[in-house]
């Protein structure tokens, strides 16, 4: 089955520093057709959107929630078929399990996502 693999999420105290990693397994993508997302899905809550950056045959550019705004930045190496996601100055309701995404109007592919746990 062709997915996302995300990697490097963990336990990280309040105001500390974790970056995600998210490649494809078995397939290629040439990324810079796709738009990628990241969305987080806490204990109790429904699935949020984190960030969405257009392709990069598009514009490019890259919208965040206010509640992550200047702390998270998503990137992606599209020769290494990877994405990204930095997030500086974590708090404990950055606490959740963390999915990427990358999508067309034909294609769409999901990480099966990985836990981030902010707490001192």
């Known amino acids: 089955q062709e997915q996302l693999v995300e990697s490097g999420g963990g336990e990280v105290q309040p105001g500390g520093s974790l970056t995600i990693t998210c490649a494809t397994s078995?397939?290629?993508?040439?990324?810079?057709?796709?738009?990628i997302g990241w969305f987080r899905q806490a204990p109790g809550k429904e699935r949020e959107g984190v960030s969405c950056?257009?392709?990069?045959?598009?514009?490019?550019?890259?919208y965040y929630a206010d509640s992550v705004k200047g702390r998270f930045t998503s990137s992606r190496a599209s020769a290494a078929n990877t994405i990204y996601l930095q997030m500086n100055n974590l708090k404990p309701e950055d606490t959740a399990v963390y999915f990427c995404?990358?999508?067309?109007?034909?294609?769409?592919?999901w990480g099966q996502g990985i836990q981030v746990t902010v707490s001192s």
């Open positions: 995404r990358a999508y067309t109007a034909s294609y769409d592919y």
């Open positions: 078995g397939f290629t993508l040439d990324l810079k057709y796709y738009a």
């Open positions: 950056m257009m392709s990069t045959v598009g514009d490019g550019t890259a």
